[in-house]
């Protein structure tokens, strides 16, 4: 979608982002939408950005391009992240890239329409392995490398519906549940060791063609919100941003919620 200004915009919603320079942060999951929106915003803010994809190697590799052309530095790199080799062979291959890994941002998940009451094992576990076996394999392989570094950052991309389910998204919202509650397990454990952990819960985010597949929702979804817009890609980007920076130095273990305040209305 175009960045153009919208209602709840402050005027010139631009804004300086802070100096990620000697950073090299990998972006799971990142050849479209929000996976999209973080790397631009890492690259934005001065550090270089390893493109994670599974099956969309041709976005990814736009994605690099325009980052490159902007003046930034980029890798795209493919892996299965449910496959646990793989993951540390990622986390590896991006650490060499440069000499070193101080971000991850697990972003990569599935997000699969299906009535709890029809819901199979099979598609309840595929679920479960797209979005958190992914975030354990992947924190696991980059806290080794960071630990040997002396720190670094590791922020999940969760959601509001792991606290506020939706139907059709049992297997979905319980897997959110579960990637905030591993985030504070690994803060908890990787904290002595200089690694901070946390994740970013969106609300609904803007995607091409959402208005026409979802008039309802999108509308419902702006009158909820205090900030009267649906979320941007970038707007979850400069949380992940925010988080690897040192103004988050004191901050792991915490759920932002970036949801445009729809959280804070009353479900009665």
């Known amino acids: 979608m175009p960045n153009r200004p919208q209602p709840g915009d402050a005027p010139g919603a631009r804004h300086q982002l802070p100096d ?27 550090a270089a950005v390893v493109v994670h994809h599974r099956n969309s190697a041709g976005p990814a590799r736009d994605l690099v391009a325009r ?37 991850l941002v697990n972003n990569a998940g599935s997000q699969p329409v299906q009535e709890l009451p029809g819901m199979t094992a099979d ?26 570094a002396g720190g670094g950052t590791i922020t999940h991309i969760a959601s509001i519906e792991g ?34 952990v946390n994740t970013v819960s969106p609300g609904l985010i803007a995607r091409e063609g959402i208005e026409r597949a979802w008039p309802e929702g999108v509308h419902r979804w702006r009158s909820a919100a205090p900030a009267g817009r649906l979320g941007r890609p970038e707007d979850i980007g ?7 920076s040192p103004m988050a130095s004191w901050i792991t273990g915490h759920d932002l919620v970036v949801d445009g305040g729809v959280s804070a209305r009353p479900g009665w």
Not at 70 to 92: H, I, Q
Request: glycine residues 12%; charged residues 20%; contains cysteine.
């Open 238 to 244: 400069d949380a992940c941003v925010f988080l690897a």
């Open 20 to 46: 990620l320079s000697g950073q090299v942060a990998l972006v799971t999951g990142a050849g479209g939408g929000i996976g999209r929106g973080v790397a631009l915003r890492f690259a934005a803010a001065g």
């Open 163 to 196: 606290t506020r389910p939706a139907p059709g998204h049992a297997h979905y919202s319980a897997s959110k549940a579960a990637v905030v509650m591993h985030a504070r397990a690994a803060a908890l454990e990787y904290g002595p060791y200089g690694i901070r």
């Open 123 to 148: 598609q309840w576990r595929a679920v479960l392995d797209a979005n958190v076996t992914s975030v354990f394999g992947c924190t696991q392989a980059a806290a080794a490398v960071m630990r040997e």
């Open 67 to 103: 980052i490159e052309r902007d003046g930034g530095r980029a890798l795209a790199l493919r892996a299965e992240l449910t496959d646990e080799e793989e993951c540390r062979e990622l986390v590896r291959a991006a650490a060499e890239w440069r000499g070193s890994l101080t971000a």
